[in-house]
């Protein structure tokens, strides 16, 4: 704790407008900042495991049909992504560090590049809904997946019905982490704004801190929804 | 480790391990992408979501700086969301796989 008398500290916090006076100095404010993200992540982290765990239950009850399922994705296009998510990772670490070491022309590149490759994800998530559209992959009405042989059992065909399940989850898995993608970009773009307005200064860049961390834990996700949805059964 | 001394930490020696941790993941992915065309039986999902851990672990320690947190409950928040989840997959999974009928 700080030395100062309370009349001290009621000084202080007239010449540091960016630490709220409930806080000693930068760095408890910003720990204490993160840590709420933290435990926000946590119930993020529940959210998605509901998923999973379905997921689980059903590809344990229907691994042959969810393995034909999942051969017709292109996981090329979900390596693809992969890395493309995970170079946005590094970006916005750098964005962090950017912004805790005042380099302005780092902190907004790296931010601006996020976007680019949180733009490219989609896109390329975009084409691959669309095939799903055109080969009635879509669960619903015009839903067929027919004569699609179980890999390694020649002579099987996936049930429908149990491919349908699959690809249900598969849209709403993927959805979700598009739409956490989607928010993500408003985050950036909301900090871009700020970065350039010269808001961040080392002592305060709590927002970019949180916001990386929100972009790291929608990059996790990923990296478990790509192996669980594109790669269960591949070899030939 | 050494909290006082971030300032200075900051300078050089985290850009090496961004760019190290970065190189890893995609290492990483390109060997989960390879290995799930090749026949292992049973391997083929404990490899795939063995890699998913160690790079979603490297995500968490490093680029979420979790390793290094300066505040302790970081750590507690992140090992009790893990715990639960757990007991959420591995309560589920227990009983799904020992029901004879199914």
């Known amino acids: ?236 | 480790m050494s909290e006082p001394a971030k300032s200075e930490h900051a300078q050089s020696s985290p850009l090496k391990m961004y760019f190290s941790i970065w190189i890893a993941l995609l290492v990483c992915t390109y060997i989960t992408y390879k290995a799930a065309f090749i026949e292992l039986g049973q391997f083929n999902a404990a490899v795939a979501l063995g890699i998913a851990t160690l790079k979603a672990t490297l995500v968490a320690l490093f680029f979420m700086h979790v390793w290094h947190a300066s505040e302790k409950l970081t750590k507690l928040v992140v090992i009790a969301a893990l715990f639960f989840l757990l007991l959420l997959l591995g309560l589920t999974m227990t009983d799904y796989a020992t029901r004879p009928w199914s």
């Not at chain 1, 540091?16 to 930068?26: I, M, T």
């Not at chain 1, 979900?78 to 005042?102: E, H, K, R």
């Open chain 1, 1 to 236: 704790m700080p030395d100062s008398t309370v009349i001290g500290l009621h000084h202080e916090e007239e010449h540091r407008p960016d630490l709220l006076h409930h806080f000693a100095e930068p760095q408890q404010q910003r720990d204490a900042a993160s840590l709420g993200m933290w435990v926000f992540l946590a119930t993020e982290i529940m959210f998605f495991g509901g998923l999973f765990c379905a997921y689980l239950v059903y590809r344990r009850w229907y691994f042959g049909d969810f393995a034909a399922a999942s051969k017709s994705i292109d996981a090329t296009l979900g390596a693809t992504n992969t890395a493309v998510l995970i170079c946005s990772s590094l970006t916005v670490v750098l964005a962090v560090w950017a912004a805790q070491t005042a380099r302005r022309t780092l902190l907004l590149g790296s931010l601006a590049i996020t976007m680019l490759l949180g733009l490219t994800f989609l896109g390329i998530k975009g084409i691959e809904y669309k095939d799903k559209f055109e080969e009635h992959h879509v669960p619903g009405a015009s839903f067929s997946f027919n004569n699609v042989p179980i890999p390694g059992h020649p002579g099987q065909y996936a049930d429908p019905r149990h491919a349908q399940l699959f690809f249900s989850l598969y849209f709403v898995m993927t959805g979700l982490h598009a739409l956490h993608m989607i928010i993500g970009l408003g985050i950036f773009l909301w900090l871009f704004t700020m970065a350039w307005k010269g808001r961040f200064t080392p002592d305060y860049h709590t927002p970019v801190e949180i916001g990386g961390l929100y972009w790291h834990f929608v990059d996790i996700v990923w990296i478990y929804l790509f192996p669980l949805l594109y790669l269960i059964d591949r070899h030939p």
